[in-house]
């Protein structure tokens, strides 16, 4: 394990403005023991799979892998001891994946500062990937506009509680915090 002091991290961005290669080169570049945390549910969605096998193989051997689609605070708290950075990637799929357990908006944002908590609480760092979808024009559909607003209060929340925030925009980081 690294002697290294914690370190937390939001990278947020668009779709495929380099969030992800971001925080595994950060992460890659700092600590030898790596989990990632995916949050992604595959399922038949045959695409699916393939970017998850891709992000796996880009990944590299040398990363342990957690799948969790909706308990990653209890995956901070139980697994620390096995890592000393995890990469959660991303708390956007697992918004989606809470709006699909049929959650209220206040439980949803419960397991935000639960998370929040779990992150404050664990003692090896943490660096979480999300999207940044606020910037178009309000959504046309209410699923769509809770979706944002959700995803909106997510990122800020967590924001607050970490160390840094990047904005990644084609590739390049703006770091915020």
Same mark, same amino acid.
């Given at each position: ?7 937390? *991290? ?35 969605? =045959? ?43 991303? %708390?956007? %799929? ?22 929040? #908590? ?9 660096? %979480?990937?999300?999207? =940044? ?7 046309? #559909? ?25 904005? *990644? ?6 770091? %915020?915090?």
């Amino acid at each position: 394990m690294s002697s290294r002091h914690k370190q937390t *991290m939001l990278v947020v961005g668009g779709c495929r403005s380099g969030k992800s290669s971001f925080a595994e080169a950060w992460a890659s570049g700092r600590f030898t023991g790596k989990t990632y945390v995916a949050t992604t549910l595959a399922g038949d969605d =045959e695409e699916m799979q393939r970017r998850v096998a891709v992000h796996r193989q880009n990944r590299g051997a040398d990363w342990r892998t957690s799948e969790e689609p909706l308990n990653i605070a209890g995956v901070l708290r139980q697994q620390w001891r096995h890592t000393e950075v995890f990469l959660i990637d991303c %708390l956007t %799929l697992w918004l989606t994946n809470l709006l699909l357990q049929d959650l209220a908006d206040e439980e949803i944002l419960a397991r935000v500062d639960d998370l929040a #908590a779990a992150i404050r609480e664990c003692p090896v760092s943490v660096v %979480l990937v999300a999207n =940044e979808v606020g910037l178009g024009i309000v959504p046309e #559909a209410p699923l769509a506009r809770r979706f944002r607003d959700l995803a909106g209060w997510c990122n800020q929340r967590i924001g607050a509680c970490c160390d840094q925030v990047v904005f *990644m925009a084609a590739g390049l980081p703006l770091y %915020l915090k």
